[in-house]
């Protein structure tokens, strides 16, 4: 048995999967299935991805290009437990550029509407310390998460 993710776009699903895998660490393309030329799918173009396998850092997702029917929205986000700063940067960057958007709390969407998390790996440790309510008040004020705001607000409390 083999389990997956299947997440549904409107269009660009190669593009999406290539920056995807090349974004993580220990990621990797697989299969591409495409439109036959006498298909009655809508959603794309014989020819086009219909779907396209891809792990991230060991986790198996399909990206299926099924059209507009069902847009991206926060209800599905990928979670990143980064280790340091400069890897909480170095994704958030990637993520939010060309299109992307920041939100709140670590959130924030790429340029194809995905949603992600991106949380450091420190972040989860101080929330199972004695001050997870300070770190948690200091992270409702953030957008890109910082590791430093977060343990000062820990000490603090």
Known sequence: MDVRTCIWFDGGIEEAARFY????????????SRYPED???PGGMPGDALTV????????????????QFPLSEAVSIVLVV????????????LVANGG???MCGWCKDRFGLS?????????????GPAAGAVSGALMRM???DIAELEAASAGS
């Open 21 to 32: 895998v090349s974004l993580v660490p220990g990621s990797e393309l697989g299969a591409i």
């Open 39 to 41: 298909s009655a799918f």
């Open 53 to 68: 396998d891809f792990t991230l850092a060991g986790v198996p997702y399909q990206l299926l290009n099924g059209g507009p």
């Open 83 to 94: 280790d340091g700063q400069d890897e909480v940067d170095r994704v958030w960057n990637a």
């Open 101 to 103: 958007a920041e939100s």
């Open 116 to 128: 992600w998390q991106v949380v450091p790996r420190r972040f989860v440790e101080l929330m199972s």
């Open 143 to 145: 957008r890109r998460i």
